[in-house]
């Protein structure tokens, strides 16, 4: 194969491995701009933290029991390198303060790459050289004789010919994903769930939240809010769904309430103040 056609392939191969920030073209905002109100500034660093698959869920809980909460996440396929600048500038676009991020080996892609070749055709020179005798009549009948010699060359050309190489390529893919996190301030202080299907089957109930993580030094923290516990009530109101739950301490932050929940399956009541969101400047959403 000619080396001038080795760049075709080269660039083929990058095309498969793309060249775009992912962490831009790949991100979901999860940020709602109630929330960017309670979000506090952008400390000016970033903070990587690599956690294996098996662990991103317990790293998300975390986080969110220091008192961040998720700005947004990307997730993609992408070729092994490391993608650290790519975070660092998508981070600092978002006013992250700690991204949490995980890859794992998806799969191989594999396939040829068709590079055609031309090959010139063949040049073929002949030399040829000589004498040859003469004789010539003039119109008064008289006669004249010689010789004379020669000598000269001819070229000829073959047609050109085409001809494609195959070149093989494998290029392991990799799946990753970042969750772009941010310090916030809390009016409750602590992250809750839905009822899930069993939860409701047993409880014979559809309402109230299920605590899953209370963030250190919050309102719910002080007020020993635990996970797994099940809130029910706000102020004898019923708590219908986790954004109902969220609106009441909204319209209630640093009043005194009276929660009602289940620990353990018992009932119980819990008095507790609740803190003051944090105004700042929305944080960005791209």
């Known amino acids: 194969m000619s080396l001038r056609y080795i760049p075709l392939a080269c660039g083929v191969l990058l095309a498969l491995a793309g060249c775009q920030n992912p962490y831009t073209q790949y991100y979901t905002n999860l940020i709602t701009p109630q929330d960017t109100t309670q979000l506090y500034p952008y400390s000016g660093r970033t903070d990587i933290v690599s956690a294996p698959r098996s662990d991103l869920q317990a790293g998300e809980r975390k986080l969110m029991s220091m008192g961040y909460t998720c700005l947004g996440y990307a997730s993609f396929e992408g070729t092994a390198k490391d993608y650290g600048p790519e975070i660092r500038e998508r981070a600092k ?125 919050t309102p719910a923290f002080l007020a020993n809010i635990l996970p797994g516990d099940i809130l029910l009530t706000i102020d004898g109101e019923q708590i219908t769904t986790d954004q109902n739950f969220r609106a009441q301490t909204v319209a209630r932050a640093g009043k005194k309430v009276s929660i009602g929940l289940l620990r353990n399956g018992k009932e119980m009541t819990i008095e507790m103040e609740l803190g003051r969101p944090q105004v700042e400047t929305p944080a960005p959403s791209k």
Do not use: C, H
């Open 93 to 217: 676009e978002l006013g992250a303060d700690v991204v949490l991020v995980t890859s794992a080996f998806a799969r191989t892609i594999s396939g040829v790459v068709p590079i055609v070749n031309y090959e010139p055709g063949q040049v073929a020179t002949t030399y040829s050289s000589g004498q040859v005798n003469a004789n010539a009549v003039s119109s008064q009948g008289t006669y004249a004789y010689g010789t004379a010699n020669y000598s000269g060359q001819s070229t000829t050309m073959t047609s050109g010919t085409f001809s494609t190489n195959y070149v093989p390529y494998n290029i392991d893919r990799y799946s990753y994903v970042a969750m772009f996190y941010r310090k916030r301030s809390f009016v409750f202080g602590a992250n809750w769930v839905p009822l899930d299907a069993n939860q409701r089957q047993q409880l014979q109930r559809n309402t109230g939240v299920v605590i899953v993580t209370v963030v250190d030094g």
